[in-house]
Every structure is written in C-alpha cells, then in structure tokens.
C-alpha cells in the first residue's frame, strides 16, 4: 500500500484528534463543538469558489450525510460530559472501522484484501481495548460507553457516505464544501432547539478553536475523503481512527491524563495493525 497516502492519512488522524482536545478541553463542549462546525466555513467557501459546487448526483449523499453529522456531533458532545478524551475518543473511533467493514463486506462497497482485513481488525482491537480498559473507573460508566458507541455508529455511517459521495462527485474538496454548508445549516437548527444561547457564548469564548480547531478540522476530513478515491473506505477510515495515538499524547501532555503500560501495549497493537496494512 502507498505510504505517500498512509502518510496523508496520518497527517489527518492528527488535525483529527487535535480538534477533538480542542472541544474536549473546553469546559463548554456546546461552544467547543459549534466553533469546530462553523470554523469549516471559511475554507469550505474557499474551495467552492475554486472548485465549484459538486455534480447533482452527490446531492443524495451530501444531504444524508448533513444530517448523520449532526447526529454525531450531538452524541460527541454529550459523550464528553460523561467521560475523558482517552475514554470516549477510542469507543467510539475504534468501533467505527469494525462496522464499516461488516457493511462493505455485506453490500459490497468495496473488495477488501485479507491482509487489509487482518489489519483493520488489529487496529480496531488496539484502540477498543484502550477504550474499554477505561470502562470501570468512576468517571466513565455506563451511559458515556453508550453514548460513544452510538457515537461511533454515526462515524461508521457517514463515512461510507462520504466515501461514496466522493467518489461521485470526483473532488474532495467540492463535495466536503458543499456538505460543511449543508452541516451548518441542520446544526443551526438543532442548536435553535437544544442551545439558543450558544451564538452568544461562540462569540465570547470560542474564537481561537473556530478559527484553529475549525479548520484543522476541515483540513483532516478533506484529507481522509481525497484518501477515499483510491483506497477503500474501511481502510482510510481504519487508519484515520489511530488518531486515537494523538489524541492519547495530548491527553496526557495537556490534560493530565495518564498513562500506564496498558495504554502502551494498546498503543503497540495499534501500530502493528498500520504495519499490516501497510503490507498489504
């Protein structure tokens, strides 16, 4: 496999956990998440006034797509109220790869080769058992593990239609500006609901993550969808989680999160499943 592509994969599994510290070091997970959401707009107008808006036939995708976002960004948030970054992160990230695989295989989305299995699995297993090493200690019970893997069903979901979507529209960045557009419009709604008081908090305290974490997100996900034209969906997906390694590092380094040797072994198993899938 093309480490040039892992590579940039690699570069996108970071900007990836990076926003995520961003939103879970914000005591207001609410303004942490909006500023992320919003922040995609500046390069998302950007690209499509380069590019252009998609070809009709990703509409499909891009709506389905716009609300299984939303969906996921509601269960990340309220994830996070109820357990740490390297609790919540890896449940719902390492779930992710294993449901996107059972769907390719069933509806045939992609040909797997069974080294590119062996590796995803090895992944996946890496940063489960990272994530369910965390599932006995008092601050994450029940309802985060719950939350996370509802969390990780919505990543499963609207990575396979993004993939897709992509792959008709024939331009990452088209399509992934087009959706932020789409995204924003249903997340506004569902914060009108849930949250009307969020525009005014975003204003006072989430400039830096809106303008930072906002388009380190935008910069991963367009990495990942660019990845998706040439390599199948469970593997750009399967190493895009191992994010899970940096999100780990600065959990610790910034938010006083430990580290034991169990982390460290789950760590190993992780980089073992990219040098399988490098292999193959």
């Known amino acids: 496999m093309n480490f040039g592509v892992i590579s940039v994969i690699l570069l996108a599994a970071f900007l990836h956990a990076f926003w995520n510290f961003l939103v879970r070091g914000n005591s207001d997970k609410t303004v942490g998440m909006a500023a992320i959401v919003y922040g995609h707009l500046p390069l ?7 590019f252009g808006f998609p070809k ?22 309220n994830s996070y109220r109820f357990g740490g970054l390297t609790q919540v992160y890896p449940i719902a990230r390492g779930s992710a790869p294993l449901m996107i695989v059972i769907i390719s295989v069933i509806i045939s989305t992609d040909h797997l080769k069974y080294l590119e299995i062996l590796g995803i699995l090895t992944v996946s297993l890496g940063i489960l058992l990272h994530g369910f090493s965390q ?7 029940p ?47 569902y914060l ?11 204003l006072a305290d989430g400039k830096y993550t809106f303008v930072v974490g906002g388009s380190a997100s935008y910069l991963a996900y367009v990495l990942v969808l660019w990845a998706c034209l040439t390599l199948p969906i469970a593997v750009v ?3 895009r989680e191992t994010s899970v390694l940096f999100a780990l590092g600065l959990g610790v ?28």
């Open 192 to 202: 009108c609901i849930f949250n009307q008081g969020v525009f005014r908090r975003l």
């Open 44 to 50: 998302a107008l950007l690209g499509l006034a380069w």
């Open 253 to 280: 380094l910034f938010l006083g999160e430990e580290i034991t040797f169990k982390k460290v072994i789950h760590a190993t198993v992780i980089l073992l499943g990219i040098v399988v899938l490098h292999l193959a």
């Open 56 to 77: 009709i036939e990703a509409l499909g995708y891009i709506i389905a797509s716009s609300v299984l976002h939303v969906g996921y960004q509601a269960f990340l948030m």
């Open 143 to 189: 309802t985060g593990l719950i939350l996370a893997i509802f969390t990780g069903a919505f990543i499963a979901s609207y990575s396979l239609v993004d993939g897709t979507g992509t792959r008709v529209a024939l331009n990452a960045i088209s399509y992934y500006g087009a959706l932020t557009i789409g995204n924003c419009i249903l997340f506004s709604i």
């Open 135 to 141: 599932f006995n200690k008092d601050s994450f019970g």
């Open 237 to 239: 997906s399967s190493i």
